[in-house]
């Protein structure tokens, strides 16, 4: 039944290594609009992205939602077209195909959706769905064809019987399996996963993840899983790349990543995972506000303004934790009602627990301050903000602020530096030696 493969493994073996790179790709940037007159900033969903993928890895692709790990995966696939930079795939630039080179370059990829409802069309049926691909290709006889979807129908783990059966007689597992199915139809090398068990319930997600790496195992591909679950990369993944705000923060093994993170931003994603034995518990860091928008990223460190590691300027490297805290969630709320990408809707919403657009200025710096004892100096700049913001000019509010306690982080882009072998980097001004590392931070101050 299987005999399809049995050929194609042969074939993938021969000459190739496990751990030589598969895709390369160098100063990727994905933008959305921003090129028309009227449309505005460009939203930068992807922005300067360096990594490779190597063949027959679980390369996981993590990050919160909106910071473009979908987007990424639809470069790789040619499905959006890059604004900059180069994707190279077996060694090809597969950003300027066009045509028939790049209908001939699409076999070798494929995607799977997180969605199995929206990405399968619900008046084919079954084995028409998965037989698309190879009509879309031509790809040999019609009675091949047949036999090809039968065989992907067992590899995956449905029954002949299902050839016949719409989606909607399907549970959401199974659907899943056609999406598979359909993604491995032309026997590609590489596979974009992009949450493929996130819309599953959590007994039928390890069957899905079983499945998935049983036939990497089988026909030697190489995946890009994109995930939110930090869980399922730990399970899964070989390395892992952490994104934020269109920027890989950091990339690794998997298993140096998770126990011990070098980038503030690997920090705070994972120490939001409940540890198991509450004796290895570690200190958790609540992060403030959300993402600034893709289309108005902070100057310096994309991370910057939410940082709870960020450099302190010199003259208040020693300022209590809460009161260099509260400046910082101050800052926040200013950053937040400055940002005209939001709507009025977006804008309101909790910060810190607190509802912060109705609120008056000094109501929240009230809150913020509260009863902590705020030196002079730092008090005098608030007290100049506030009377900006009072006169209604967010601008020299914000950039008072950025004058007194700004840092590096605020005004240059951090590098990527090798952290912890050769095979780690990350991108935080902390790993340069004039600074205190993110873990000794971590140490020093105080995160509760
Ligand atoms: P993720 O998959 O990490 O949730 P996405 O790649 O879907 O993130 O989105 C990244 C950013 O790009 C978001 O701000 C999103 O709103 C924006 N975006 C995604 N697709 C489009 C599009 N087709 N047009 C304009 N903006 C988009
Ligand atoms: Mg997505």
Not at 41 to 64: C, I, M, Q, S, W
Not at 133 to 156: S, Y
Request: aromatic share 6%; hydrophobic share 35%.
């Amino acid at each position: 039944m299987t005999t399809l493969y049995q050929e194609r493994r042969e074939d993938a073996t021969v000459g190739t290594q496990t751990g030589e790179t598969l895709v390369e790709i160098d100063g990727l940037k994905t933008y959305y609009g921003g090129d028309g007159m009227f449309s505005g900033k460009p939203v930068k969903a992807v922005d300067d992205v360096n990594f490779d993928v190597r063949r027959g890895e679980t390369l996981g692709l993590v990050g919160e939602s909106g910071c473009g790990k979908s987007t990424l995966g639809r470069t790789l696939m040619q499905l959006e077209t890059a604004t900059a930079g180069d994707v190279r795939y077996d060694g090809t630039d597969i950003t300027t195909l066009s045509g028939k080179e790049l209908k001939e370059w699409r076999q070798n990829v494929q995607m799977v959706f997180q969605d199995p409802d929206s990405s399968l069309n619900t008046r084919m049926t079954v084995g028409e769905i998965i037989m698309e691909p190879l009509n879309v290709h031509g790809w040999k006889t019609p009675q091949k064809r047949r036999e090809r979807v039968r065989a992907l129908l067992e590899i995956v783990g449905l029954a002949e019987e299902h050839y016949y059966r719409y989606p909607f007689q399907f549970s959401g597992g199974q659907k899943q399996r056609v999406g598979i199915a359909r993604a491995l139809a032309l026997e590609p090398d590489f596979l974009v996963l992009d949450e493929p068990v996130s819309a599953l319930d959590v007994s039928v997600q390890a069957k899905i993840l079983n499945l998935l790496d049983d036939l990497q195992d089988e026909f030697g591909l190489t995946y890009l899983m994109i995930a939110h679950d930090l869980s399922v990369v730990e399970h899964i993944c070989d390395r892992v790349a952490v994104m934020y705000l269109g920027k890989i923060m950091e990339i690794g093994p998997v298993d140096a990543i998770f126990d011990d993170p070098a980038n503030p931003y690997t920090n705070s994603l994972l120490s939001a995972i409940p540890e198991p034995d509450p004796s290895q518990e570690k200190s958790r860091i609540t992060l403030r506000g959300t993402p600034p928008s893709p289309r108005d990223p902070p100057a310096g460190c994309v991370f910057s303004t939410r940082c709870p590691f960020k450099i302190r300027p010199e003259k208040y490297e020693d300022l209590d934790d809460d009161v260099w805290e509260a400046v910082e969630v101050f800052r926040e709320v200013l950053r937040e009602r400055s940002d005209v990408t939001k709507s009025a809707g977006e804008r309101v919403r909790e910060l810190l627990g607190m509802e912060t657009k109705g609120m008056d200025v000094e109501e929240v710096v009230e809150d913020a301050f509260g009863d902590l004892n705020t030196p002079s100096d730092v008090r005098q700049t608030v007290d100049e903000a506030v009377e900006y913001v009072e006169r209604d000019d967010l601008e020299s509010a914000q950039e008072t602020l950025r004058d007194e306690f700004g840092s590096v982080c605020e005004g240059e882009q951090p590098e990527q530096h090798q952290v912890g072998g050769t095979d780690r980097v990350s991108r935080c001004h902390r790993h340069r030696e004039e600074y205190m590392d993110t873990q000794e931070y971590l140490r020093t101050h105080d995160f509760s």
